[in-house]
C-alpha cells in the first residue's frame, strides 16, 4: 500500500484497511475482508520489527 510504504503514513493506511474490511464483511465480502485483514497484520508486524 503506497499510504504505508510510500508515504510512512503506517496508522492512517491501517485505519483504512480496517474500515475497508468491515465494509466487505457488511456486504458479505468475507474473502477479500480476510485478505484486508491480512495486509493489517502484515503491516503491524512490519511496524513492530522497525
Wanted: contains cysteine; hydrophobic residues 45%.
Amino acid at each position: 500500500m503506497i499510504e504505508y510504504n510510500g508515504l510512512g503514513r503506517a496508522s492512517e493506511a491501517m485505519a483504512r484497511l480496517f474500515a475497508a474490511a468491515k465494509r466487505c464483511r457488511r456486504h458479505g465480502l468475507d474473502e477479500a475482508a480476510q485478505i484486508l485483514d491480512a495486509l493489517r497484520v502484515d503491516f503491524r508486524a512490519r511496524q513492530s520489527d522497525r
